[in-house]
């Protein structure tokens, strides 16, 4: 199983929208409405943004939000803000019952 | 508090083995299914194994299986990792992490770091 492809960096201003992607293919992203999004802070444990490609946990700020066309999710985050710089991983559930992560995307606030 | 707390990691040379173990407190321990997650500098987070609440099915990922074993004892609350033949390129930080593979996961510990060299 292939690692599903995300842009290596992003980046934006404070208070502007980014969408990072993330591509699969109809085995895993396409096939399933089972995409997660994590945020990585350097020497930090994951933390779930995202599950299910649109529903954020409780806690989560409503600044992220997720989407899915075909084969590519994609996660915007509204209004930048300094804190959300941290590196960005999405996975989806696959065809074979494993899960498969995207290869990271670093997110910097300019 | 919900939390999940790992240990067993450290320095071993190319080919040894290892068992990481994951204590987990403040939540039914036995209603979840649980995982391994490794984080390495050079190939991001990788999924490694999932096991079921009461440890009837495992699933690993492809590359990972024959050399990777995801077991629990509901009884202790924890959940291990054995890695034999153990690479360089097997060092990484492994998470345990709680969650079903469909629906994300919500709760990590904090890692324990592993060191493949000579």
């Known amino acids: 199983q292939s690692a599903l492809t995300q842009p290596a960096s992003v980046s934006g201003s404070p208070g502007q929208a980014i969408t990072i992607s993330c591509t699969g293919t109809s085995s895993d992203v396409g096939g399933y409405n089972l995409v997660s999004w994590y945020q990585v802070h350097p020497g930090k444990a994951p933390k779930l943004i995202i599950y299910d490609v649109t529903d954020r946990p409780s806690g989560v700020s409503s600044r992220f939000s997720g989407s899915k066309s075909g084969n590519t999710a994609s996660l915007t985050i509204s209004g930048l803000q300094a804190e959300d710089e941290a590196d960005y991983y999405c996975n989806s559930y696959t065809s074979s019952s494993t899960l498969v992560f995207g290869g990271g995307t670093q997110l910097t606030v300019l | 508090e919900v939390q999940l707390v790992e240990s067993g990691g450290g320095l071993v040379e190319p080919g040894g083995s290892l068992t990481v173990s994951c204590a987990a407190s403040?939540?039914?321990?036995?209603?979840?299914?649980m995982n391994w997650v490794r984080h390495t500098p050079g190939k991001g987070l990788e999924w490694i194994a999932s096991?079921?609440?009461?440890?009837?099915?495992?699933y690993y990922a492809e590359s990972m299986k024959g050399r990777f074993t995801i077991s629990r004892d509901n009884a202790k609350n924890s959940l291990y990792l054995q890695i034999n033949s153990l690479r360089v390129e097997d060092t990484a930080v492994y998470y345990c992490?709680?969650?079903?593979?469909?629906?994300?996961?919500?709760?990590w510990g904090q890692g324990t770091m592993v060191t493949v060299s000579s």
């Open positions: 992490a709680r969650g079903f593979l469909t629906r994300g996961f919500g709760v």
């Open positions: 403040g939540f039914t321990f036995s209603t979840y299914n």
């Open positions: 096991i079921s609440s009461d440890g009837t099915f495992v």
